[in-house]
Each structure stands twice: as C-alpha cells, then as structure tokens.
C-alpha cells in the first residue's frame, strides 16, 4: 500500500509531536489486536499513538458538523480502556451510561451540540475594536488639534469669509441653504444666521454687509 | 457515515437501521451515537418534527441493540460546555 500522505523528514516530525500533542492518558499500552493497524508506523509520530479508525482520509482529527466522523479517534489507549473495549465487543446492554459516556469521550472530544453552542467570541471582536478606535482617536486628538501649522488651510477664517461671500453672490442653495438666509434687499443675515456665527466670524459679517 | 451526512437531507430510517447494524459489526458504540447526533441536527429548524418520528422508526432496532438515546446520555444539549479562554 502506498500512503496517501508522505511523511515529513524526521525533524519536523519531531516538533510536531510537541504541538500537535492529544490528550495523553497515561500509560501507552497498546491493545492486544492494535499492536499494528495500517498507517501506523507513518503517522505515529504525529498521531502518537491513537488508533486509525477510517480509511481514504488523512487521520487528523477535528470537531465538525460537517465532517462528523474523523479518520482517527480522540484519546490514546489505556488499559481500563482496552477493558472497556473488550466489554464492547459483548453486548451493549451490559453497558453502563458511565462505560457508554467514556467510550464516546475516548473516540471524540466534544459532541456535536457543544460544536453548535455560543463561544463568545463576539465579545472579543468588539473589544479589540473599541480599543482600536480609541487607540485611534487618541492619536488624531494629540497630533491634529496640537499645532495650527497642521491644519488645513480651509480651516482659517480668512478662506471661509471668502467662502461665504462667493456663495452669496451666486446665490446657491436659495431655498433650503446659504442663500435662503440672507436678507438680499437690506444686505445682511437674517437673524437665524447667528447661530453659525461665533466672534470671529462676526467680523466677516459686518464686512459682508458692508460691501454690498 | 462522512458521505451521509454531506447529503441534504434526513437518512431513511432503513439507512439509518443498516448503519447501526455496520457500527454494531465493528463494535463501535461511540460512532453510533455521533450517527444519531448527526441524524437529529440534520433536521436543522425543524428538529422538533423529525427526530421524535425518527426515534420511533427506530426504536425496536435500538433496543435490541441496547444503544441507549441522545436523551439518556445527555448529549441533546452541550454537556461539557465551557467558553474557550481564547474566545472570551
């Protein structure tokens, strides 16, 4: 047989062991009938030595609804299991729900429900954002309202009084804007302008008036 | 049991009574549970319709074989469900 997946050189291999580790239980006493199963001598050093139960796959065990059943069960083999495992082979009525319950446990990490229930990471996400945010907001408020040297020009009062002025000769937005707010026969703002106004454009204002 | 539970629907009971017969052959009692769980979660949304009719298709096969349900062992709700540090 030839092996689907080959084998990384024996370093990598090594460290893998340490990542990859599952759940050891102990002693690494092997069944009577799995002293050898196909595979075995390929994948142990990354499997250790959990048995392969299915075929045609690469035995790598994950907890997935649409991948229910992995090509390798969860746990190593221990002699209370290999007891168990020979109960097994009897009949199942004999089983206790404790004896049923580490069974499944010794196959699979998690039942398919837990798979389905909340994790929470919601919260994570958001609150590495707020701290994102603030992070940002921090850094625009002491370095953009720190010198006048960085803001932009159009920020000044002299561009906007020019601004202003222009706009009221054109007569933009006469119906809901600008224009709609000036009195044009007497030449100055009507009284709800002033809320737009603070000292320093006041100047502005009187300069308008003035002019035309 | 891969391929059956890629396929968009629920298994015929005839199916699923085939199935626990393979596990029972090869005595793997964890994978006939996991096969029931996968059988009820197929029905998504309408859990509540299928699998009660479900169980009582199967029901005789399953006392003779002596699996005992999801509802006995606990496991139509998450058992050992802690939020994952790294989650949090």
């Known amino acids: 047989k030839q092996p689907i997946w080959v084998a990384p050189s024996r370093n990598i291999a090594l460290t893998s062991v340490n990542r990859d580790a599952p759940a050891t239980t102990g002693s690494k006493a092997v069944l009577p009938g799995h002293e050898y199963y196909p595979g075995k001598e390929e994948y142990s050093p990354v499997i250790g030595h959990r048995e392969i139960v299915g075929h045609g796959e690469i035995p790598y065990y994950t907890d997935s609804f649409t991948v229910p059943c992995p090509a390798i069960r969860f746990r190593e083999v221990d002699e209370a299991l290999g007891k168990l495992r020979e109960?097994?082979?009897g009949d199942?009525?004999?089983?206790?729900l404790e004896d049923k319950k580490t069974l499944y446990r010794a196959s699979f990490n998690s039942t398919l429900e837990e798979v389905r229930a909340p994790s929470?990471?919601?919260k994570r996400c958001i609150g590495d954002n707020a701290i994102l945010m603030a992070l940002m907001f921090l850094g625009v408020s002491v370095i953009g309202f720190a010198d006048p040297q960085y803001e932009p020009k159009t920020v000044t009062?002299?561009?906007v009084d020019a601004q202003t002025e222009y706009l009221i000769k054109r007569r933009v937005q006469?119906?809901?804007g600008i224009a709609s707010w000036y009195d044009y026969e007497n030449?100055?703002?009507k009284p709800t302008w002033s809320i737009f106004t603070t000292k320093e454009t006041s100047k502005?204002?009187?300069t308008l008036s003035e002019k035309e | 049991i891969n391929f059956v539970a890629a396929d968009d629907g629920v298994p015929e009971p005839e199916i699923i009574i085939e199935v626990l017969k393979g596990c029972r052959n090869n005595n793997d009692y964890a994978l006939a549970t996991r096969f029931l769980e996968v059988v009820r979660l197929k029905g998504g949304n309408k859990m509540s319709e299928t699998w009660p009719y479900i169980m009582q298709e199967i029901g005789p096969t399953m006392q003779e074989l002596g699996i005992s349900t999801l509802k006995e062992m606990g496991y139509e709700e998450p058992e050992l469900w802690l939020e994952?540090?790294?989650d949090m």
């Open chain 1, 87 to 89: 109960k097994e082979k």
């Open chain 1, 92 to 96: 199942w009525k004999l089983l206790s």
């Open chain 1, 120 to 122: 929470g990471d919601w």
């Open chain 1, 157 to 159: 009062n002299e561009w």
């Open chain 1, 174 to 176: 006469p119906v809901d």
């Open chain 1, 187 to 189: 030449n100055k703002f």
């Open chain 1, 204 to 206: 502005s204002v009187k």
């Open chain 2, 84 to 86: 994952n540090v790294d």
